[in-house]
């Protein structure tokens, strides 16, 4: 059993030295548990913060602890009811090959699912994160103007999807010319804006001619700057992420501006909220789940994967995740 622990908290960006290989015997289930084989593993800008130990919403991963993380898997055996070696379940099996579970908050997805590993993006907690931040807290009505940003992100591009099917006018926000392309183009966002580019916020100010009514936030810093002038009265901001700030080991330098955006938020009357997805909304999951998979399978929502072969990259390609090297959801290939 190879497992990747938690071997120093980083400060900033992760390196070499944070997590460390591991390999162990395959662990032996007790009675009333099941052995899962770990087929796909999750990648979440979450997990930069569960490798530090700052007072968050969860406990941190503790030092020498697997790193923890969601997994599709198949039940390798099972003293569990309702579990039988063959299922596929989506569980929280954390960076490693097996995994134990008494069956608590492990789903059964049966012995056929169509494609298992999108339980981990469009179909389950992202796409959760999506449907609830933007129905519950953006209360999108026909003809409003939505924003979103990290747009093709896993995220990011079903909100605004979501966004298309009731009606509004959606912009994306994404970084690259490419990514860009694929949210117009594929996603069928009205338009998306590269903040990467010069001329970004007049950009976007051009995109957005009757204001912005809602505004999804994913990423916070420059982005934000740039959608806060803009946001109408009686705006809602589902506050969901803040990845430009993830690495930062510091507030940044300049003016305090936190009169002026509180400033914003008195004159015009907005409501910024934030939300933890599954002690928010975790008891809208069975209708989320099916809305979701009827807009997927009716085509209305395009889901795009970024699948990485082999353990062992998980960490690289984590770092990735946080620079914006993704391109749609990253998913590690543990096994075939
Ligand atoms: P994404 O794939 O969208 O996250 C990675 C993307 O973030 C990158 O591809 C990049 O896109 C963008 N990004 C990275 N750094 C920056 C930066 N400095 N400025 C602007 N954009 C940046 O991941 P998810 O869709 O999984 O998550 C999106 C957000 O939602 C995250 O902030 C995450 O933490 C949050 N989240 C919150 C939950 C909750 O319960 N509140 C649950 C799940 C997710 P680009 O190339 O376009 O810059």
Not at 22 to 47: C, H
Not at 143 to 166: D, R, Y
Not at 282 to 301: C, N, R, T
Request: charged fraction near 20%; include cysteine; aromatic fraction near 8%.
């Amino acid at each position: 059993n190879r497992r990747f622990v938690l071997a120093q908290r980083p400060k900033g960006e992760p390196d070499a030295d944070t997590l460390r290989l591991e390999t162990v015997d395959i662990p032996v289930p007790a009675k009333g548990q099941m052995l899962l084989r770990n087929v796909f593993l999750s990648l979440d800008p979450y997990m930069r913060g569960r490798m530090s130990d700052a007072p968050s919403y969860a406990p941190p991963v503790a030092l020498g602890e697997v790193m923890v993380g969601g997994t599709v898997a198949q039940v390798v055996s099972s003293d569990v009811e309702g579990f039988a070696p063959g299922d596929w379940v989506v569980a929280f099996g954390g960076w490693q090959d097996y995994a134990l579970s008494d069956g608590t908050g492990v789903i059964n997805m049966g012995r056929d699912p169509e494609n298992p590993s999108w339980a981990l993006g469009v179909l389950g907690m992202p796409g959760l994160t999506a449907w609830a931040g933007l129905t519950q807290i953006g209360q999108p009505k026909a003809g409003e103007t939505l924003v979103v940003a990290a747009a093709s992100g896993p995220v990011g591009a079903t909100v605004g999807q979501i966004g298309k099917i009731l009606g509004c006018r959606v912009v994306g926000i994404a970084g690259g010319a490419e990514k860009c392309r694929h949210v117009t183009d594929v996603l069928g966002f009205d338009e998306c804006i590269d903040y990467k580019s010069e001329g970004f916020a007049e950009a976007l100010k051009v995109a957005v001619p009757d204001g912005i009514d809602i505004y999804f936030e994913n990423v916070g810093g420059a982005v934000f700057d740039a959608v806060l002038p803009l946001l109408n009265a009686r705006a809602r901001i589902p506050l969901c992420g803040l990845i430009s700030q993830y690495n930062a080991t510091s507030l940044p330098d300049g003016p305090d501006r936190m009169g002026l955006l509180m400033g914003h938020i008195l004159k015009k009357r907005m409501t910024m909220r934030g939300f933890i997805v599954f002690d928010d909304f975790g008891h809208l999951y069975p209708e989320f789940a099916q809305q979701m998979s009827g807009w997927v399978d009716e085509g209305k929502i395009k889901y795009r994967e970024e699948m990485i072969d082999g353990l062992e990259q998980a960490p690289s390609a984590f770092v990735g995740l946080l620079r914006g090297e993704a391109f749609g959801k990253r998913v590690i290939r543990l096994a075939k």
